[in-house]
């Protein structure tokens, strides 16, 4: 679907107000536009607001049915290997501010990652990160992604996310190609 497209949901769906990141229920037959698809999850303007709709409410917004995928994320995980360092980096550029068209890795929020192997096997995956603002009330979902995504790629077991405010962003932190995209050069 081609973004500023209007849609009619099909049925309720759970979303999120941005960037407050307060839960609202966006009505069956609501009139929403895409702002934007990425990620997994959509940004949607509904009544003069932006909300965030999750990949598994992709049905409701005329999009495939997602809900097998959103169950194939509930498995148990276990290791059968090392995890590749640069199959975790793939998956934190698939994670996006809902409010900003630039993955979090080139907007320069991710700060650290690394693997730790575990005692019993596994491989346990430790993020330090930031967020554009340290109010940013998407903050929680934006953790709750980089968690999931990387807990998806093969051989990661665990993962923790911490989230820091020292240094805070400042955009020299973003990538060339990120500053180029949104006009910043």
């Known amino acids: 679907m081609a973004s500023g497209q209007m849609i009619t949901t099909t049925r309720d ?3 999120i107000l941005i960037p407050l990141g307060t ?5 069956e037959n609501a009139q929403v536009a895409i702002t934007q698809e990425l ?3 959509y940004t949607v303007s509904v ?3 932006l909300a965030r709709v999750e990949g598994k409410d992709a049905d409701a917004l005329g999009f495939g049915d997602q809900q097998e995928k959103a169950a194939k994320k509930e498995e148990i995980k276990t290791a059968n290997g090392p995890v590749e360092e640069s199959a975790i980096w793939d998956a934190l550029k698939t994670c996006y501010d809902p409010e ?3 993955n979090i890795v080139d907007l320069g929020l991710v ?3 690394h693997v730790v192997d575990t005692d019993e096997g596994g491989n346990h995956v430790e993020i330090i990160m930031t967020l554009t603002a340290a109010g940013c009330g998407m903050g929680p ?3 709750d992604d980089v968690r999931a995504k990387t807990l998806d790629v093969e051989n990661v077991t665990d993962v923790h996310v911490e989230l820091v405010f020292d240094p805070p962003w400042d955009r020299v932190m973003m990538s060339d ?3 180029l995209q949104l006009g910043m050069f």
Do not use: S
């Open 13 to 15: 769906i759970d979303a």
């Open 23 to 27: 839960p609202v229920i966006i009505p």
């Open 39 to 41: 990620g997994g999850t």
């Open 47 to 49: 009544n003069g607001n």
């Open 100 to 102: 900003i068209p630039v």
């Open 111 to 113: 700060y650290d990652m």
């Open 141 to 143: 979902f934006i953790v």
């Open 177 to 179: 190609e990120a500053k």
